[in-house]
């Protein structure tokens, strides 16, 4: 089985592999609660990612109406910081 650094999506084979390159690259990984585990950063449901809020409502099964929502109020919110 391959791994992956959370980061640069390095390949390892093995468990200790993946760490000591964590640790020698000096990758960051997130822990803001999105995942139960340290993760990639801005990864679909890391709370840093700008689209996280609709991911977790597509998760929870929330309608169509309410995801549609969901991303006009974040696209809306990202023209306002390009400007």
């Known amino acids: 089985m391959m791994l992956r650094c959370p980061e640069c999506r390095t390949r390892r084979m093995t468990h200790t592999g993946v760490v000591e390159h964590i640790k020698k ?40 109406e309410v995801l549609i929502d969901i991303s006009n109020y974040i696209a809306k919110e990202q023209d306002e910081k390009r400007t």
């Open 25 to 64: 690259a000096n990758h960051a990984l997130c822990d803001c609660g999105g995942y139960h585990y340290k993760h990639r950063p801005v990864s679909r449901f890391c709370h840093a990612n700008q689209w996280a809020a609709y991911y977790e409502a597509a998760k929870r099964g929330e309608s169509e």
